[in-house]
């Protein structure tokens, strides 16, 4: 997965405002059309399958 800039929207700050007030081992994103290892904690998906437990 590569990392890029991605531009929020509503939708997102929503979702940015209910993480920053949990705690987490990682966040996964599906709201925009790309696979990308965004920081650490956090992946967008779209096309990728992860298995999480």
Do not use: A, C
């Not at 590569?2 to 990682?26: A, G, H």
Request: charged share 30%; glycine share 2%.
């Amino acid at each position: 997965m590569r990392k890029t800039n991605i531009v929020p929207d509503e939708l997102s700050d929503y979702f940015e405002n209910i993480k920053s007030n949990l705690q987490f081992k990682q966040w996964y994103v599906g709201h925009f059309h790309s696979d990308i290892k965004i920081v650490e904690k956090e992946t967008l998906l779209y096309n990728t399958v992860e298995k999480i437990y």
